[in-house]
């Protein structure tokens, strides 16, 4: 696990959602765990690939996702629409992208995939038992759970 | 902060502008933006080959451009855009921002590079800054 790659994620989603949502952000407690991950309503999966690999899932209750995009496109939400899916799609690459910025300018090279949004209730993912570093990170509009899993190719 | 308004002789005519991105919301904050300045007409191209076809239709006074894109990404559209039309002027604006990035982006032909997330105060500093000195276009074919 690049636990320095991981910090910087923590990081950049952390600094992004204080800047976007507003300053009542906290990480919790940061915990390993075995896979698989357990996710909730709306899970977002961004594909990590370069001189390391893995993902990172942002998954977080139906509610939340429903308020965070009513707070990014400044009206409530009517359900979840292809917009409100995009918001939080382009929330969570906003997140990373910074973080995969910094990651290359330190000199690594790392790329990212267009974010997926996927709903529905309970959801798990299988990733291949690699160990997933889990960071709960409180908003004003809920939490919203980062799961990281990323390996040096050799 | 320095006027959008500044336009040359004509401040009558509306600007144009075409915003290339993938993300309905990306495209959606955007135009937001765009809207609250006055006389900027903004249209709108969902990748980068739906946005080479755009630009050669409308030929709009200014490109805003994502890099990440499904398929034909932003760095090759702008490359292709400003291989067609030297004189485009494109905005990148990505959450991918390192500096190869950036150089990459700008070696293509674009002429400003925003980070995300974009402010109404960014886009109207890189709108100025790419416009400044700005020669006349032929008008857009209909």
């Known amino acids: 696990m690049r636990l320095d790659f991981v910090r910087m994620f923590v990081d950049s989603t952390t600094e992004l959602f204080q800047t976007v949502l507003g300053p009542t952000v906290g990480v919790k407690s940061i915990s390993v765990r075995p896979s698989p991950v357990a996710g909730r309503d709306v899970l977002t999966i961004i594909s990590l690939t370069g001189d390391s690999q893995g993902r990172v899932i942002f998954d977080m209750d139906l509610f939340t996702a429903m308020q965070l995009a009513g707070c990014l496109l400044g009206e409530p939400s009517p359900g979840m629409t292809p917009l409100v899916r995009s918001s939080i799609a382009e929330l969570a690459s906003m997140a990373i992208g910074q973080a995969i910025s910094k990651i290359n300018d330190s000199g690594s090279k790392l790329r990212m995939s267009p974010p997926i949004v996927i709903t529905g209730a309970n959801l798990v993912s299988y990733d291949q038992c690699f160990e997933t570093l889990v960071a709960p990170i409180s908003t004003a509009y809920g939490e919203v759970r980062m799961n990281i899993t990323i390996q040096d190719l050799n | ?142």
């Open chain 2, 1 to 142: 902060m320095e006027s959008l308004t500044e336009r040359g002789s004509d401040s009558q005519t509306p600007m144009t502008c075409l915003i290339v991105d993938d993300s309905a919301f990306a495209r959606f904050h955007l135009k937001r933006l765009i809207d609250s300045f006055e006389n900027v007409l903004a249209s709108e191209a969902a990748n980068g080959n739906e946005a080479i076809t755009e630009y050669r239709r409308l030929k709009p006074d200014f490109v805003l451009m994502d890099i990440i894109m499904p398929g034909l990404e932003g760095v090759e559209t702008v490359r292709r855009i400003c291989e067609s039309d030297p004189t485009a002027r494109v905005i990148m604006i990505s959450s991918i921002s390192h500096r190869e990035k950036v150089e990459e982006a700008l070696a293509a032909g674009a002429k400003y590079f925003i980070p995300k997330p974009v402010t109404t105060d960014d886009l109207r500093r890189a709108i100025d800054e790419v416009l400044r000195n700005r020669r006349e276009k032929p008008e857009a074919q209909q």
